[in-house]
């Protein structure tokens, strides 16, 4: 009598299913030192089912254009820790990602500077390499300085000293790329 299986093998879930698998077990897979590697496993009824893990993505809203993603980075695939969520929201969740929290509330810098309406390189700048903290990095009158003839002046100086531009940067408060273009006189003065 021939084997009967699911059927379901060249199902899109069928493929996340199986990639979670190679993942967490597969130690030539890319990803396993990112899954296996970390001590990251799928719950023994997943592991061992995929009509289990089928119908649990069945129940918990799966969508051909949504993704699996563990809500805590560091926990198992377990249906308590998994759920399904779009590839940008996906992005937003990876474990390299600078969060900022102002005010109780924490998101990634490219969140906050799209709702700033900023460069994520402005905040980067001020957050990473500046040194200053979440409530610095986002202060809405902070992002939006402009540099009087002044500054510029003052900025070509020290840079025909020898000064290094990411040391006025820090300074001035903005990128070096700003004063590279105050350098160039690309512009007189500058919104940073």
């Excluded at 969508?63 to 993603?69: C, R, S």
């Excluded at 198992?76 to 590839?87: K, L, S, V």
């Excluded at 902070?142 to 840079?159: A, F, P, S, W």
Aim: charged share 30%.
């Amino acid at each position: 009598m021939p084997v009967r299986t699911h059927g379901l093998g060249k199902t899109r879930l069928y493929h996340i299913w199986r990639g979670m698998l190679d993942r967490c077990y597969k130690a030539n897979t890319y990803g396993y030192k990112w899954y296996g590697a970390r001590g990251i496993y799928m719950c023994s009824q997943w592991k061992s089912d995929f009509v289990a893990f089928y119908s649990w993505a069945m129940a918990n809203g799966y969508q051909e254009n949504l993704t699996i993603d563990r809500k805590d980075s560091n926990g198992h695939y377990e249906p308590d820790n998994c759920r399904w969520i779009t590839d940008a929201e996906q992005k937003r969740n990876r474990r390299d990602n600078r969060n900022l929290t102002l005010n109780g509330e924490t998101l990634p810098l490219t969140t906050w500077a799209k709702r700033l309406g900023v460069r994520a390189s402005r905040l980067w700048m001020r957050s990473v390499v500046q040194g200053r903290s979440d409530e610095e990095t986002l202060h809405p009158g902070l992002l939006k300085v402009r540099l009087t003839y002044e500054q510029c002046d003052e900025i070509r100086r020290r840079q025909a000293a020898g000064e290094m531009q990411k040391l006025i940067a820090s300074d001035f408060g903005c990128s070096p790329m700003t004063i590279s273009e105050v350098v160039r006189r690309v512009r007189r003065y500058a919104e940073i």
